[in-house]
């Protein structure tokens, strides 16, 4: 099949039939629902990318496994190389999209799987690592898109999987046949999940030996029945619906809940069942991955919003003022070192028993936790240049009334050379690129918040060997 287009994504997710609710309606079309198809935009924007001569190199490789060219949202890495085109790759798309372009938490769970599955098998002579090989090449010959059903949507926080009073707080197996498994309980947060052609999932946290019906991992097409996606609320969501005031031109980010209402899996679609141990190896593979994601992504946002605070600031005749020259080589300097950091971890990966590589968790954490706060610079950065009409622009409407139209486009005008039009609209991407939620609160809480990054950091480090250091430059014999 190789590698599709960017119509033959959309036609393919037009294609499906998914059980989707959004503002109290259920959604008879989602490639024609102007919110979706924004988010479904930014998808298709890895393929249109893919698909130019000039990233070629970076964004299509052969895949070992079936020796054909494939688009490396889909290729579990095998080298140094591939952790380190992941990061690339995600900046590329970022900085095209000024948004999520939901595609990386997919190829975060295949490598993770890749590596998992493997050690589960290892263990218990089971057939998941075969189970999960098939499925890759289904992706990889048809380059499809998957969503990570990661979170759960956890109940009672205090309380472990089998302890919550409603059983159904964490996804678990409710019914075991010769055929496969059913499951029931719901994933919160899911980026994308209709712009995705399978819905991969796996446990939300460490389980205990009480937790067996938890400990469960395996993927589904995301229009299967049982699967409900109900899309969430971001900020700016119903500019999309009104065709109004949009600020990003193209692109958007959605999160449904999605509910698995009884879903059955075929055996040959699991990945893990009951190997409870394993699960806590299975979360922090895919965290470790997901947060190095974010660095190259976010990133490659930054840079979007550096364009966007240097063209307003020739807009609004302060492109000479000192400060905020400053403040974007503050914006500058957060983008690299956040980009620096998920390299890094890229540079410093290890091959696993499995053959497939895995990054540094710690530099991968360490790149979230510095996301997690410089990204809130970084827009406060670019808001301080931009000035107080990320705040409260008036809308598109106002300025085609005739009303008060020529009014505004008089009073919005700053330097005489560049169209108020273009001063305006640039002011709408400034907006959309601070203030919409579902893609900003990603920088605090997506791939895990920011505490589960701290206690990674701790427990990956290796503190002995510092202590060793120290004590050995004060002196003390061991
Ligand atoms: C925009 C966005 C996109 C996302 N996309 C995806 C996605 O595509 N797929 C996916 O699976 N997930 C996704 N996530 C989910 C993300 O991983 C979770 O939001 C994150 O793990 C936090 O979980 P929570 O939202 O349930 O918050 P909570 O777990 O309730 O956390 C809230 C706070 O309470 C603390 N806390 C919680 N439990 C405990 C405890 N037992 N002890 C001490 N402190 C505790 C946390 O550290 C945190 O500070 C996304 C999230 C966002 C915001």
Redesign the pocket.
């Known amino acids: 099949m190789g590698i599709k287009t960017k119509e033959e994504y959309i036609a393919s997710i037009g294609a499906l039939k998914p059980t989707a609710y959004m503002f109290g309606k259920k959604l008879t079309s989602i490639v024609d629902n102007p919110r979706l198809r924004a988010g479904i935009e930014a998808t298709g924007a890895t393929y249109e990318l893919a698909n130019m001569p000039e990233n070629k190199d970076l964004m299509i490789t052969i895949s070992p496994l079936i020796n054909e060219p494939v688009s490396r949202f889909t290729l579990p890495p095998a080298s140094i190389e591939d952790l380190v085109a992941r990061v690339k790759v995600n900046r590329k798309v970022a900085n095209y999209v000024g948004t999520c372009h939901q595609r990386c ?1 997919g190829l975060d769970c295949l490598s993770t799987l890749a590596i998992v599955t493997y050690d589960i098998d290892k263990k218990y002579g089971t057939n998941y690592n075969k189970n999960f090989t098939e499925f890759l090449k289904h992706m990889q010959k048809n380059d499809l898109t998957a ?5 759960d ?2 109940g009672d ?2 309380l472990a999987p089998h302890e919550q009073v409603d059983k159904d707080m964490f996804v678990r197996v409710v019914e075991k046949r010769d055929d496969g498994i059913v499951v029931r309980g719901a ?6 999940s209709l712009s995705s052609h399978e819905i991969i999932v796996i446990p ?1 946290r460490a389980m205990g030996k009480n937790d067996k019906d938890y400990s469960v991992s395996f993927a589904v097409p995301s229009d299967t029945k049982g699967l409900i996606h109900v899309v969430g609320r971001s900020s700016l969501d119903m500019r999309e619906l009104d065709g109004c005031d949009i600020g990003n031109a193209y692109y958007s ?1 959605y ?1 449904p809940t999605l509910i698995f209402d009884n879903v059955f899996v075929p055996w040959e679609r699991v990945f893990m069942c009951g190997e409870t141990e394993f699960a806590s190896e299975m979360v922090i593979k895919f965290s470790s991955f997901h947060r190095q994601s974010h660095g190259g992504c976010k990133s490659g946002k930054i840079d979007c919003m550096v364009g966007a605070a240097l063209t307003l600031m020739d807009y609004n005749g302060t492109s000479k003022a000192g400060h905020l020259k400053q403040k974007v080589i503050d914006m500058i300097h957060r983008a690299e070192t956040l980009y620096g950091c998920c390299l890094a971890s890229s540079y410093e990966g290890k091959q696993q028993p499995s053959g497939a590589y895995f990054i540094d968790t710690v530099l991968a954490n360490a790149s979230k936790i510095h996301e997690g706060k410089e990204m809130a610079e970084a827009t406060r950065l670019m808001i301080d240049a931009c000035g107080g009409f990320v705040a409260d622009l008036p809308s598109d409407r106002d300025f085609e009334n005739p009303d008060i139209g020529d009014l505004l486009k008089k009073y919005l005008k700053a330097v005489d050379t560049v169209p108020v039009e273009n001063r305006v609209k640039m002011y709408r991407l400034a907006e959309k690129l601070a203030l919409e ?3 900003t ?2 920088d ?9 990054h701290r206690v990674t950091i701790f427990r990956e480090t290796d503190v002995e060997s510092k202590k060793k250091a120290a004590r050995r430059l004060a002196g003390i014999k061991e």
Do not use: L, M
């Open positions: 938490t969503n990570a059903g990661v979170t949507v956890k926080r205090s994933k919160a947060h899911q980026t994308g939300t980010k999160c939620s579902a893609d609160i990603s605090i809480h997506g791939g895990g918040s920011p505490e589960a």
